[in-house]
DNA sequence: CCATGAACCTGGTCGC
DNA sequence: TGCGACCAGGTTCATG
């Protein structure tokens, strides 16, 4: 028992970003071109925006087009229909041949392939909308990281007009889709910008760096499949190799790798918030 | 406009 | 050993 516990706690180390989105929809490509044969919602509350049971029938015999990214949901695009999911804090979205028995399992589908599409999730507050179009999440999301306009000129101009906390504001998906807790602490603390700092306070320079640092932490993390432990199994255990590459993200009372000072734990935007006062002033 | 806090959840941890 | 209190956190919503 102690084992599995152990397991679980590894588990819940890292949450899905945008890194970790983009390698799980990676990882779903292989799901193209399948049909759905069979929809179980087994949590009544797993589909946001109806009674899961409803749309069962909607579901079923639809053929796969495209899994793509958007913000930190996973599209899954099928004939005139979509499924937004989002997996919050906790959910794991994969594709496998035999389906599990644990307790976690609020969805899964039946695909042609003889495999599986499951959805995993211990805090059930991840789910997915089902949708005619993309209209409900395109409004809910700002611009992405990688979008071409998200450029030095774009980041200058929107924080100016702003008078945020810098942290809170990169939370938020209406303004830069895609962060989350885990990387705009690595982000601000690279950029050496305290995350109260207030948005239209920051130097020209200081928004150069923070543009660079959003952009090639994000493209390292992907690189290594993000922090996230995916596709938990106890026999085939799938880790993101980013977590080693965290400088400032659960390391309270560590050594900052720049100054050595220590790594200090606040609140900002009612989150945990890691920091080094030496290197993040305000 | 902006900040804060509750609600949604469950498992883990800490103090007694 | 166990029990209550509290924490974690993405997002939405209400409130000041």
């Not at 932490?217 to 980013?242: Q, R, V």
Request: aromatic share 12%.
């Amino acid at each position: 028992m102690s084992k599995i516990s152990c397991a679980w706690r590894g588990r819940l180390e890292h949450l899905p970003e945008l890194p970790e989105v983009q390698t799980v929809v990676n990882s779903l490509k292989k799901i193209i071109d399948t049909n759905i044969l069979d929809f179980n919602p087994i949590w009544n509350k797993i589909v946001y925006n109806h009674p899961s049971s409803s749309i069962i029938n909607a579901i079923k015999n639809k053929k796969v087009y495209n899994v793509q990214r958007s913000g930190k949901y996973i599209i899954i695009i099928l004939k005139d229909t979509y499924i937004a999911f989002h997996l919050r804090m906790t959910g794991h979205l994969y594709n496998i041949t035999n389906l599990p028995t644990n307790k976690y399992i609020r969805c899964y589908f039946t695909l042609d392939n003889n495999t599986y599409l499951v959805y995993e999730d211990i805090r059930k507050f991840g789910g997915f909308y089902y949708l005619k179009n993309l209209e409900l999440i395109n409004n809910k999301l700002g611009i992405d990281p990688f979008n071409k306009q998200f450029n030095f000129k774009w980041l200058l101009s929107n924080l100016k007009i702003k008078n945020r906390q810098i942290k809170s504001l990169l939370l938020d998906q209406k303004f830069i889709c895609g962060l989350g807790n885990i990387y705009i602490d690595e982000i601000l603390w690279k950029t050496k910008i305290h995350p109260l700092r207030i948005s239209s306070t920051l130097t020209k320079k200081e928004i150069r760096l923070l543009h660079k640092n959003i952009v090639t932490t994000l493209e390292k993390s992907i690189k290594y499949h993000g922090s996230t432990i995916l596709n938990f199994k106890f026999d085939n255990m799938k880790t993101g190799g980013y977590s080693k590459y965290l400088n400032v993200y659960n390391k309270t009372n560590q050594e900052c790798s720049f100054c050595f000072n220590k790594i200090t734990k606040i609140k900002v935007a009612s989150r945990g918030t890691h920091i080094c006062r030496n290197c993040q002033k305000i």
